[in-house]
């Protein structure tokens, strides 16, 4: 099974910023949905920011808004996640993922994991008060 792979994740202090990328393998990038989620400690996987792989369509969860922005290269089937003014309570394990079956991003995608597929292993990113 094809693998997202995510980079980027480390250790900052609140306030801090970090940039994650995801490269999506094969046709996973074409005409399609990829989306930024989490697990944080005590919380399940949550959506964070959703790009469209053919254009500027992007979506983001209210937590993140205004700090995060999401973006996508397809020459290099890359999408990258930077985020600024990280705080402590967003220590957790970043993910990337495809849309199963490939299509648009809407905003309700962000809570649907389950229409996500071609899981990474992952990212951690700590923030340290």
């Known amino acids: 099974q094809v693998q997202m792979m995510e980079a980027g994740g480390g250790s900052v202090q609140s306030g801090g910023s970090l940039n994650l990328s995801c490269v999506a393998p094969?046709?996973?990038?074409?005409?399609?949905?990829i989306g930024w989620f989490r697990q944080t400690p005590g919380k399940g996987r949550e959506g964070v920011a959703l790009v469209y792989s053919r254009g500027d369509d992007t979506f983001y969860a209210d937590a993140v808004k205004g700090r995060f922005t999401i973006s996508q290269d397809s020459a290099k089937k890359t999408v990258y996640l930077q985020m600024n003014s990280l705080k402590p309570d967003e220590t957790g394990m970043y993910y990337c993922a495809a849309r199963l079956n490939g299509g648009y991003c809407y905003i309700t995608l962000l809570s649907q994991t389950r229409h996500f597929a071609s899981w990474g292993q992952g990212t951690q990113v700590t923030v340290s008060s």
């Open positions: 094969g046709d996973t990038f074409n005409n399609n949905c």
